[in-house]
């Protein structure tokens, strides 16, 4: 089945530094891929999103590729800052027997410092 | 964008009562509807889909007479987590299918604990 796997965390970086969080995806078909952002105490808040290959969605200074050669979608930010601190979900959405479902990964930490 | 609105964001309940939870589009229909659960420092685990006019449909594993799902409007689910127990402890977000894209708006989620 369709599954989601993203880098362990928690990611403690510096104000300023380079972000990226790994994700990979197994998909039987040709699946919508998705980056969350959750933060303390709140729901989850789309940050951006690909629906096909190559496809770079980008928002807030994030970015992530739709690689379907590598199955990846990773999440990249060139500075970050200390609101950036929250918990980021790769997720994918495709249609299977029980219509579109998400599918999450574990969720990755970021702490950011100043 | 589309919006939904979830309420109570918290609540606390004794053990063996009921917690009714409401999820509600706010400006576009949503026909489906889905619950998930989330346990401290994980993952979001999709519990079921609400449809709209018919039976909710559940993942394996999750008890159907406990977490209770009604989907009577199109812009209304409800779960009611029914002889709460503390295990039942959990934070709980819907989401539906945000007919502009393929993806979903979530509610704000509500932090049940069950004493």
């Known amino acids: 089945g369709n599954s989601v796997t993203q880098m362990e965390g928690p990611v403690t970086l510096s104000e300023e530094a380079f972000l990226t969080i790994n994700c990979t995806y197994t998909a039987t078909g040709y699946p919508s891929l998705f980056w969350y952002v959750q933060y303390p105490g709140e729901g989850l808040q789309l940050l951006l999103k690909a629906t096909k290959a190559d496809d770079k969605g980008s928002n807030k200074g994030f970015e992530a590729t739709y690689r379907k050669e590598t199955t990846s979608f990773h999440l990249e930010k060139g500075s970050v800052q200390v609101s950036d601190s929250a918990v980021y979900f790769c997720?994918?959405?495709?249609?299977?027997?029980?219509?579109?479902?998400?599918?999450f990964g574990a969720g990755t930490r970021l702490f950011v410092k100043a | 964008g589309a919006v939904v609105s979830q309420h109570p964001s918290r609540v606390i309940c004794k053990s063996g009562t009921s917690v009714k939870i409401e999820c509600r589009s706010l400006d576009f229909q949503a026909t489906t509807m889905f619950w998930y659960r989330q346990f401290p420092k994980q993952s979001l685990m999709l519990m079921a889909t609400s449809n709209e006019g018919s039976k909710a449909t559940y993942e394996q594993g999750v008890e159907k007479d406990k977490f209770l799902i009604n989907h009577a409007s199109l812009t209304l689910s409800t779960l009611t987590v029914t002889s709460a127990h503390p295990e039942d402890s959990s934070f709980y977000i819907c989401?539906?299918?945000?007919?502009?894209?393929?993806?979903?708006?979530f509610g704000s989620g509500t932090r049940l604990t069950v004493v």
């Open positions: 997720a994918l959405s495709d249609q299977g027997t029980g219509g579109f479902k998400t599918i």
């Open positions: 989401s539906a299918r945000d007919p502009g894209y393929y993806g979903y708006t």
